[in-house]
């Protein structure tokens, strides 16, 4: 038996791997993705969404691709996993994704192929949109300039294509590379950590999809979780992951404060308290300090038991 089913769940609440049922839809996701469709429905070609590790930068991407209708749009999703790849590579990959039948292996006649494709598109009265995750990968000018390149294919008063970024704070390092590019972004957005009263929300939302009917948390639990985690999902669900499971494990039905401070200590996110035993020591009175008068009666008594013994000396 699993904790899932040990509190009558029907999936597990917190896994971090993609699932859109679990898509929460906090304030500030709803506003990045309201932006980001309006960059793509008004054609302004750049948007860009930059946020931290485990932000839910990924997540949105995907709840993006999802709204993309085929019958309104031609989109692709590129996830960038490694620095090497190069210009030649990325324009036949979207050529590729945005119906290109077979890409020539001259970027030039790609080019021409692609801009025929999306003549196509708009003539279908769709819009063409590439969404790159993970796009601090893209660590060279030459692929900069690609995209501004790709972003110049246009007709009078439209571009034909639109191009979402998504990535950690270093993608506008990355894009500073080429300042023309840097200078065409229409639409930002940053998301942020989640808040204490979001982090609730969230916990409760996972659990309710997974299909709770409680949520087995104490709110001092549930802070202690904000706190360690600093407010990022990823972290909130390995944290309350292992909460549970150590919950399992103890045979308890509610996850307590006590126990997500131990998966803390356990997950390298918090340090172990150190308890340091009391001892009885006996007191032991400090000594006077003498005065000054003391201390010379203390040398002329030295001195003279000197004189004493030379003396004895010189009579022997």
Request: glycine share 6%.
């Amino acid at each position: 038996m699993g904790y899932a089913e040990y509190f009558n769940l029907e999936r597990e609440p917190f896994s971090n791997a993609p699932n859109d049922k679990f898509y929460f839809n906090s304030d500030q996701h709803n506003q990045a993705l309201l932006r980001l469709m309006y960059s793509v429905d008004s054609d302004k070609g750049l948007a860009v969404l930059v946020g931290g590790v485990g932000t839910g930068k990924t997540t949105l991407a995907r709840r993006m691709l999802d709204n993309l209708s085929v019958d309104k749009y031609e989109s692709s999703l590129l996830v960038m996993i490694h620095s090497g790849i190069t210009p030649e590579w990325l324009l036949s990959r979207i050529a590729l994704q945005l119906g290109v039948k077979k890409p020539d292996n001259d970027p030039l006649k790609i080019l021409k192929q692609l801009y025929e494709r999306l003549l196509q598109i708009h003539s279908e009265g769709r819009k063409a949109v590439v969404l790159i995750d993970e796009a601090q990968m893209l660590q060279s000018r030459e692929l900069m300039e690609e995209f501004r390149g790709l972003l110049n294919l246009e007709i009078p008063g439209k571009k034909l294509l639109n191009v979402v970024f998504f990535g950690l704070s270093e993608l506008e390092q990355t894009m500073s590379l080429d300042a023309p590019l840097a200078q065409r972004v229409a639409v930002k957005y940053t998301l942020k950590p989640l808040s204490v009263e979001t982090t609730h929300s969230y916990i409760a939302h996972r659990l309710k999809v997974a299909g709770s009917e409680v949520v087995p948390f104490v709110d001092p639990a549930i802070d202690k979780i904000h706190k360690y985690a600093g407010g990022v999902p990823r972290l909130i669900n390995t944290i309350a992951d292992n909460a549970m499971l150590e919950t399992f494990l103890r045979h308890d039905q509610i996850v307590s404060e006590e126990i997500v401070d131990s998966v803390a200590v356990d997950l390298g996110l918090s340090k172990p308290e150190v308890k340091h035993a009391a001892e009885s020591v006996d007191e032991v009175p400090a000594a006077a300090t003498p005065t000054a008068e003391e201390l010379e009666e203390d040398n002329q008594a030295d001195l003279e038991a000197i004189d004493s013994l030379l003396d004895g000396f010189q009579e022997g």
